[in-house]
Each structure stands twice: as C-alpha cells, then as structure tokens.
C-alpha cells in the first residue's frame, strides 16, 4: 500500500526529547516500511526515517529559536501534501483538523488520529461541520466529548518490544515524567512522595505556555531534600530513569488521551501509581500492573503496598496489550477498510460507555 504519514512539525520524528506523538508515528512509519509499504513521511527535516521524507521545515520548530509562526510551516507542508496526492492510496494525519477543509476539497482518501484532549468546547463546532471526515482515537475515553464524530476505530499506542528493557528489582524512588502542566499533576506526586517520606524523580519539560504555573507553584515545591528536579530528558534516559524506579507517579487531573508513560513504565516492569481518569482505566490494571487511587492519602497507601506488584507481569501485560506490532496491524485494517470502501464499524451509540465499567470507583484503591 502506498501511505503517506503527515507528522506535526513542533518535534522530529523521532523527537530528540519529549514528544509523543511524534515517536509513535516514527514507529508506525518504520513499521510500515519494514512490512514492505511504500511510505512517504512529511515532517520536519531532522528526523530521522527508512521512508521518503519530505521536510515541512529544516528543522523541528521547538527546538528553532528563530520560528515565530509554527502555523505557516503546517500550512506549506499541506500544500506539499495536495500536490502528491496521487501518490498515495491512504494519507494518514497526525495533526488534528488543521486539514479537514484541504482534505475535503481535494477528496484526499484521509484518516487522522487524534492524539490531543476533545473536551474543549471550541472543538465541538469544527468536528460537527467535518463530520465526514473519518478519525481514530486512541483511547475509548478520549471519545466522550464527541461520540458523534466520524469514528473509524480506537488504536491504543503501542511500542517496539525492544525499545526499552525490563527491570526485574524496584528502586528505591519514585518517578515523575512527563510536562509540568496544571493536568499532569506534578504537585499531587511531590505530595505523595512526601507523605511516604520517599525520594522523588522528576524528568520533565516545561513547556513555554506553562513557565508562570512552574514558576509560582511547582518551584517553591522543589526546594526539598526528597525531590531531585532532573529536567527533561531524552528517549535514551527514559529506560534507566523508569526501570530504576519503584513506582510511576501519574496524578493527573484531566481526561488524558492515552499517556504513553504509562506503558513505558509497564515495558520496563515499573507499576504505575495514577488517578482514574481518561485513558487510565483502559490502561493500568488495578492490582496488576499498578495502582488506582483518588487523591495522596490513598496513593501514600499504594506506595505501601508496591512489593505486592510482580513487575515481570507488568512486562508481560505491555506485551499482551501496547505492542508496535499490535498498534500497526490495528492501523493497516482500517486503512484497507477506508481504500476498499468497506462499511464504517460499529461503534458505540451516543452515550454509550460502557468501557468505563472496565474498572468500577470500588475498586480503587
């Protein structure tokens, strides 16, 4: 099959340090290629690929200090996607719906996996006038806000088997990473740590957006003889930081997509102590391969109880469930679905979520 993948231009592909969207699309891409497709990836001139690349930009625009408007290179590499639309039988799109009205008017044969929050009302009016575009999600939870919208299935993130290795003895701190956003939740997992009196990790970005919310509640927090502040780090120092580690702490407080840490944690056999919001109930498995918990007290008492948790069997669930060969296999049925113009799937009625019963409130911890 011929596949274009049209990645967001903010990092490489793959990032250098924190980007998660643009990692899975480098593993589905490389994926691709390997199973023998003829793949063209669209994204920043940096990256790195086994497909044809075509550079939206010289270079990642995070890390470009001289970018100004991130939005004009988008909109060039668009174009560039039109004019070799021929090309390809499917083009999958990473960016949202910044394509929707291109997509549209050229009749380009598109799915798009959306890899951001849905709950913002702005976004409600944009997907109502392109219902016709066909989306994935990657969580069933991440639908809520639009359970209307033109679903064509849910593909959990999965990662290469080989990426990270497992860690078979706990350490002796627990681990926080990711960004220091309000919804992340870094100070609910400073609180924790010291409540049990444990040291605390914590490799992570801060975003420009987010420097007056570090800078006035995350900060002060971090003058303690527990918490080392590691900044952010690269894939390379993702495997020690995580298997070295006794816990995952991810406290958020927002309906997360999906949250990729939390089977990077699972494939280096580090249980994952979180709150049970969006994705979280699809992905931990209370008791399994971490704890559910709903505020510090009872994530204090789940730090307690982490000798419980076999971290082999936390490897093995990553196996089972949030493998890159799952995740691409998953991709390539409906994009033979959308070629072939097979029935849409059956999808879940407006209301319908019933995968929240995964894991029922009584069960946390």
């Excluded at 049970?276 to 709903?294: A, K, Q």
């Excluded at 060969?325 to 097979?342: C, P, S």
């Amino acid at each position: 099959m011929r596949i274009a993948q049209v990645a967001p231009l903010f990092e490489s592909v793959p990032p250098k340090l924190y980007g998660g969207t643009e990692r899975i699309v480098s593993w589905l891409t490389e994926e691709l290629v390997r199973l023998g497709h003829d793949v063209t990836l669209f994204a920043s001139g940096d990256s790195m690929t086994t497909a044809r690349l075509v550079a939206g930009c010289p270079q990642s625009l995070r890390l470009n200090p001289q970018c100004v408007d991130q939005l004009a290179h988008h909109i060039n590499m668009l174009q560039a996607v039109v004019g070799e639309k021929d090309n390809f039988d499917l083009i999958h799109f990473h960016i949202d719906y910044l394509h929707f009205p291109l997509s549209r008017q050229a009749r380009l044969p598109n799915v798009s996996t959306l890899h951001g929050r849905l709950d913002i009302p702005d976004l409600a009016p944009v997907y109502r006038t392109f219902s016709d575009m066909p989306v994935v999600s990657i969580s069933h939870a991440q639908r809520t806000p639009l359970p209307w919208a033109n679903w064509q299935g849910t593909v959990h993130h999965g990662l290469r088997e080989d990426s990270l290795a497992f860690y078979g003895e706990p350490g002796q701190y627990l681990a926080f990473l990711g960004r220091t956003s309000p919804e992340k939740g870094l100070d609910q997992a400073i609180k924790i740590a010291k409540r049990v009196g444990m040291p605390l990790k914590v490799a992570a970005k801060i975003d420009r957006v987010d420097e007056p919310y570090f800078e006035a509640v995350i900060k002060p927090l971090l003058n303690h003889p527990l918490i080392e502040f590691v900044g952010e780090i690269g894939y390379a120092e993702k495997n020690e930081f995580l298997g070295n580690a006794a816990a995952l702490l991810f406290p958020i407080n927002w309906p997360e997509p999906f949250g990729i840490v939390m089977i990077e944690a699972m494939a280096c056999g580090t249980p994952v102590i979180a709150y049970p919001f969006g994705s979280v109930l699809e992905v931990i498995e209370n008791g399994v391969t971490g704890f559910l918990v709903r505020d510090v007290k009872s994530a204090a008492h789940a730090v307690e109880k982490l000798s419980k948790i076999d971290r082999a069997q936390c490897r093995q669930r990553f196996e089972e469930r949030f493998t890159l060969a799952r995740m691409t296999q998953e991709y390539l049925a409906i994009y033979d679905r959308i070629v072939r113009g097979g029935p849409d799937p059956l999808l879940p009625t407006n209301g319908d979520l019933s995968w929240t019963k995964l894991v029922s409130p009584s069960s946390t911890t």
